[in-house]
């Protein structure tokens, strides 16, 4: 009886401070840079005879390089794409929404053709300010004969100067429930059950499922229109002050990872 009265009182002690506890996940966490393992496969450019198309972009497309909008279909977050050669070496891409400027990319291919740089502006998935920066990208197949000096396959090999908005997360537990939003405006709260709930504020995405993985682990699977686009799974390391994030693009077939540290 003794025994048995002891163990209600400290369940009743030991249960608000259970009740509060904070999850591994709760708090804000930034991207570094310095711990990004960007995606190996390569992106397939050709520009040809005044016509430009991407062949691993999802779904494809091919424009008239002309520099004046022209529609795509399938894409979630441009409806238009103009494509400008400004030089030899240097084309830029506008992409439009409704006949929103959502995105500019301009991209210069070294003297070598071994290389390349760009630099972009992107709102097409941002509530806010546009997502802005500059990268490289390295050459690993030539473009056919006669092409401009940017067709080829291409892989990106660095990201720099990315802003601030891009970076962030913020994440809490709370009641069987996962809640996310970032800077740029994306959020949801969903049951750790693995059920289906809405995604706000990216055109690409519309509803998310997340489900537990372990006891500092979490898997979320972005969907689009019921068809996963997307898979993350986040672990916390055991210090909590970083986490490991590994991603697998569902459309493109591709796989990233990234180290993120709590703020």
């Known amino acids: 009886m003794k025994t048995s009265m002891l163990a209600g009182v400290l369940a009743g002690l030991l249960a608000p401070a259970l009740a509060m506890a904070q999850s591994p996940i709760d708090g804000t966490w930034k991207i570094d ?18 016509m430009f198309r991407c062949g691993t972009c999802a779904p494809p497309y091919e424009v008239k390089a002309d520099g004046t909008d022209h529609p795509v279909a399938g894409h979630p977050y441009f409806d238009t794409v103009a494509v400008t050669v400004v030089d ?5 891409e506008t ?15 070294a003297p070598d053709g071994k290389t390349a740089t ?15 920066g500059e990268g490289t990208l390295a050459r690993t197949a030539k473009g056919p004969a006669g092409s401009h000096a940017l ?6 090999a660095s990201y720099r100067r990315i802003s601030d908005n891009a970076l962030s997360m913020t994440f809490k537990e709370e009641g069987g429930r996962l809640t996310m939003h970032s800077p740029t405006g994306q959020s949801y ?15 690409g995405v519309t509803s998310v499922s997340v489900t537990r993985s372990g006891a500092r682990s979490f898997v979320e699977t972005d969907k689009r229109d019921g068809k996963p686009v997307s898979v993350a799974r986040m672990s916390v390391h055991p210090d909590g002050r970083a986490m490991d994030v590994a991603v697998d693009n569902q459309l493109r077939g591709t796989h990233m990872s990234f180290v993120a540290i709590k703020q």
């Open 151 to 156: 067709s080829g396959s291409w892989r990106t």
């Open 118 to 132: 760009f630099q972009f502006s992107d709102s097409s998935d941002s509530q806010g300010p546009p997502v802005t």
């Open 33 to 50: 840079m310095n711990q990004v393992k960007l995606p190996a496969k390569s992106d397939v450019l050709v520009l040809k005879d005044d």
């Open 189 to 203: 709260t969903a049951r750790l059950d693995g059920t289906d709930a809405p995604y706000q504020g990216d055109p």
């Open 95 to 109: 992409d439009k929404k409704n006949g929103r400027v959502v995105a500019t990319t301009t991209t210069t291919v």
């Open 88 to 92: 030899d070496h240097t084309v830029k």
